[in-house]
C-alpha cells in the first residue's frame, strides 16, 4: 500500500512477486477492506459482510449528519450571519457531492494518486458524500469489487495463456538428428 494516498500500489493480480501465490506462480486475488477475498467466490460470509457494510456505512452517514447539524446549530447560537452560515452550507453541500463522484468512480477504475493527495482535504470535507456512495455501492456489490474481479480474471487469463503455451520441460526434449 502507498503511504500517502491508502491505494495499492500493484492491482490485483499483478504479475510481480508480492501480488503472487508464493507455491503455485497463479495471481491471487487482492483482499478489499472489511471483505478479504470471500469477494471471489462470495462464500465465507460475503453477503453478511455485505449488508453489515450497508448498514454500517448508513448508520455513519446518519451520524455525520448529526454533528454536522449540531455544527449548524452553534452557528445560529454564535450569530455569525446569513453569509457564513450559506457558505459552510454550501462548502459541505459541495464537497460531499464532489466526494461521493470521486468514491463513485474509484470503485470503477483506480485513480492518479497524485490526484487523490491533491483531492484529500476536499474529500475529509465531503466525507457524508464517501459514505453515501459505500452504502449504495455495498447495496449491490461489495465496494471495489467490479475492478478488483476484472483485474483478477485478466490476470488469471494472462497466466493460462502464458502455462498453457508450454508442454514441458525444454531441457528434457529430445534433439533430433
Known sequence: MSDETGTPDTPAGSPDGADRSASSGRPRPEPLRFFGTTWVNHDNGYAARRAGVAVGSLAAAVASCLVLRLAYEGLQIADTGSFVTVLIIAMFAICSALAFRNTWEGFGKRHDPQRQASLRGLLAI???????????????????????????????????RRTSRRTGNPSKKKRRR
Request: proline share 3%; net charge negative; no cysteine.
Open 126 to 160: 465531503g466525507f457524508v458524500g464517501s459514505l453515501l456512495a459505500y452504502f449504495f455501492r455495498s447495496l449491490t456489490e461489495a465496494p471495489g469489487e467490479k475492478l478488483h474481479r476484472e483485474e483478477y480474471d485478466k490476470a488469471r487469463e494472462e497466466y493460462d
